[in-house]
Nanobody, 121 residues
């Protein structure tokens, strides 16, 4: 059984920063690709960023503000979010084990439970 546990969400003012973390566990866990998606109320889950074999990918809406990084030894992926905007408000989900296109939710096999990020104006 693979588990992904997110942490680091919260309430922050516009212009502030948050750092999300996702810890993966499971006896057979092995994933070269881990990513972050987000889902605002009433909207679809959308791609935010992904780390794959040392290459990083970002949605245009977060490029230059968010940074994804991975600690391979700990099976952990982080998302540093700077210059946050109210439109970044969403539940952020960690994803792992790529099975399809890297920028789509269908491209990942495992998901965390999500962590709420709220940015006030």
């Amino acid at each position: 059984q693979v588990q992904l546990v997110e942490s680091g969400g919260g309430l922050v003012q516009a212009g502030g920063s948050l750092r999300l973390s996702c810890a993966a566990s499971g006896r057979t866990f092995s994933s070269n690709t881990m990513g972050w998606f987000r889902q605002a109320p009433g909207k679809a889950r959308v791609f935010v960023a992904s780390w794959s074999g040392g290459t990083t990918y970002y949605a245009d809406s977060v490029k230059g503000r968010f940074t994804i990084s991975r600690d391979n030894a700990k099976n952990t992926v982080h998302l540093q979010m700077n210059s946050l905007k109210p439109e970044d408000t969403a539940v952020y989900y960690c994803a792992a084990r790529r099975i399809g296109p890297i920028r789509t939710p269908e491209g990942y096999e495992h998901w965390g439970q999500g962590t709420q990020v709220t940015v006030s104006s």
